[in-house]
Nanobody, 124 residues
Framework: QVHLVESGGGSVHTGGSLSLSCIFS????????IGWFRQAPGLEREGVAG???????RYSASVKGRFSISRDNAKKIVYLQMGDLKPEDTSMYYC??????????????????WGQGTRVTVSS
């Protein structure tokens, strides 16, 4: 069984920074790719960053250059460093895990395990 817990959300002003953490518990962490998704009220869930077991990363166009994903395999934590935050980044952020090598940030269905989410609010 895989369990994910996010933390680090909060409220910042435009241009601010936040760092989110996703703590993974369960078997075979090294075999999983981890993605960060966000969902604002009334909008579809959007994949923003992902990292595979080898450390290869992917970003959505909306956050590329501002967000950075990394993983600490010893601690089983995946981080999402968010910089130059904008009001449109306001959302609930979720981390998700998949054992499938063919995952896409465009498809949340590729990820079978989800955390409970952490809220990020960016005010102008």
């Amino acid at each position: 069984q895989v369990h994910l817990v996010e933390s680090g959300g909060g409220s910042v002003h435009t241009g601010g920074s936040l760092s989110l953490s996703c703590i993974f518990s369960g078997y075979d962490y090294s075999a999983f790719s981890i993605g960060w998704f966000r969902q604002a009220p009334g909008l579809e869930r959007e994949g923003v960053a992902g990292i595979n077991s080898e450390g290869v990363v992917r970003y959505s166009a909306s956050v590329k250059g501002r967000f950075s994903i990394s993983r600490d395999n010893a601690k089983k934590i995946v981080y999402l460093q968010m910089g130059d935050l904008k009001p449109e980044d306001t959302s609930m952020y979720y981390c998700a895990a998949t054992g499938s090598p063919g995952w896409s940030l465009l498809s949340s269905k590729d990820f079978g395990y989800w955390g409970q989410g952490t809220r990020v609010t960016v005010s102008s």
